[in-house]
């Protein structure tokens, strides 16, 4: 079976600082990999998207995020976070073409002034 | 504007009742999913459809129900069957199933 890991629950960052969301995932073959961030109440909203290539992605509101194969990890970065970036984000992971996304825990990121 | 669209926002549901949670998208995807969201947890899978008029359980399928008899429609039904049912639910969509999906916008439902 496949599984994602978010090992943090809860991230505080003061605005301006950089972020770093970890994500690990569960199986040898490079699967297709994303990152969601989800509002209070809201739905969620992909950032960003792996499939193959070049192993740095970037994304929307100025994120990005690294595939390391040898680490079976997908995290995500944000040089300077703004107080609109906090938000819960979800890593999600699909094993292969034809299998559905199996989704991490989430962190919750609160951004103080 | 393409989108899925989810109704209602907001939903009161008596104890021993059925209720039924409308899911709509424009997109022209083939599949779509069903997901509950309960506080300080992920997204646990309750259905998804891959293709009109074929569907799936997911990880927490026990106490609902859906159908796909169209494209762009995919209702969940919560049952009576179904003990704790409060929750945030929430629907996606997608071309094919490992491809990057697309959520609404949520429906909370409350047992009162």
């Known amino acids: 079976a496949q599984s994602v890991t978010q090992p943090d629950i809860h991230i505080t960052v003061s605005e301006g600082a950089s972020l770093e969301l970890r994500c690990n995932y569960s199986y040898g073959a490079t699967p297709y990999l994303f990152w969601y961030v989800q509002s209070p109440g809201q739905g969620l909203q992909l950032l960003l998207k792996?499939?193959?290539?070049?192993?740095l992605v970037q994304g929307i509101k100025g994120f990005e995020a690294e595939f390391k194969r040898s680490q079976s990890s997908f995290n995500l970065r944000k040089p300077s976070v703004h107080w609109s970036d906090a938000a819960e984000y979800f890593c999600?992971?699909?094993?292969?073409?034809?299998?559905?996304?199996?989704f991490g825990g989430g962190t919750r990121v609160l951004v103080k002034p | 504007d393409g989108g899925i669209t989810q109704s209602p926002k907001y939903l009161f549901r008596k104890e021993g009742q059925n209720v039924t949670l409308s899911c709509e998208q424009n997109l022209n995807h083939d599949a779509m999913y069903w997901y509950r969201q309960d506080p300080g947890q992920g997204l646990r899978l309750i259905y998804y459809?891959?293709?009109?008029?074929?569907?799936q359980k997911g990880d927490i399928a026990e106490g609902y129900s859906v159908s796909r008899e169209k494209k762009e429609s995919f209702p969940l039904t919560v049952t009576s069957a179904q003990k704790n049912p409060t929750a945030f639910y929430l629907c996606?969509?997608?071309?094919?199933?490992?491809?990057?999906?697309?959520f609404g916008q949520g429906t909370r439902l409350t047992v009162v």
């Open positions: 459809s891959q293709i009109v008029n074929d569907f």
């Open positions: 996606a969509s997608s071309i094919k199933v490992e491809t990057e999906a697309f």
């Open positions: 999600a992971v699909a094993r292969a073409a034809g299998n559905k996304l199996t």
């Open positions: 792996y499939f193959s290539g070049d192993t």
